[in-house]
T-cell receptor, first 111, second 116 residues
């Protein structure tokens, strides 16, 4: 599976956009990019995923570069409740998919 | 709302006792569930894959006789930490895909285990 690299921490002001980068330069053609987040002392929560097109849902937007070697998760208007560790995971579809988690990015949203 | 329920959310036990943690899928059937462990300031580490009607698959380094997994029905998997010791104190989390082969995992809220 492709390895991902994320900055260990970031911060952002409440109400501003939070842009969380992820590098996955060894991604293969059939692998998707998934994002989860984990608020302190809770289980992880699925946010969004994509293959090569940009994706948007009610939680966030996912921008994947044309060469698919990196992506950015965008929280358009961050709130204090978005403070969490954000995990970028790359995996193929189907089969015995098991998400494995790296260190992620600890995002702190401040007032 | 939550689609995977985990119970209890917090448990304290004495060293040498056993603790059972339940993971339920609430509105779907889960033939496969996953169990993770998370130590403070660390990421989630997969412990085992729970398979309904068959034996669990354990990750390397995880003792199957210490962490007993039972997946007796399509909506319930249990993790029993046997003869718990202080080093077993951790945050245990389960997950399941809503549909077989779906790569989106739904996680329980986690169980904080403290062994005295």
């Amino acid at each position: 599976d492709a390895k991902t690299t994320q900055p260990p921490s970031m911060d952002c002001a409440e109400g501003r956009a939070a842009n969380l980068p992820c590098n996955h330069s060894t991604i293969s053609g059939n692998e998707y990019v998934y994002w989860y987040r984990q608020i302190h002392s809770q289980g992880p929560q699925y946010i969004i995923h994509g293959l090569k097109n940009n994706e948007t849902n009610e939680m966030a937007s996912l921008i994947i570069t044309e060469d698919r070697k990196s992506s950015t998760l965008i929280l358009p208007h961050a709130t204090l409740r978005d403070t969490a560790v954000y995990y970028c995971i790359v995996r193929g579809q189907g089969g015995s998919y098991i998400p494995t988690f790296g260190r992620g990015t600890s995002l702190i949203v401040h007032p | 709302g939550a689609v995977v329920s985990q119970h209890p959310s917090w448990v304290i036990c004495k060293s040498g006792t056993s603790v059972k943690i339940e993971c339920r899928s609430l509105d779907f059937q889960a033939t496969t569930m996953f169990w993770y462990r998370q130590f403070p300031k660390q990421s989630l580490m997969l412990m085992a894959t729970s398979n309904e009607g068959s034996k669990a698959t354990y990750e390397q380094g995880v003792e199957k006789d210490k962490f007993l997994i039972n997946h007796a029905s399509l909506t319930l998997s249990t993790l029993t930490v046997t003869s718990a010791h202080p080093e077993d104190s951790s945050f245990y989390i389960c997950s399941a895909p809503r549909r077989t082969g779906e790569n989106i995992q739904y996680f329980g809220a986690g169980t904080r285990l403290s062994v005295l």
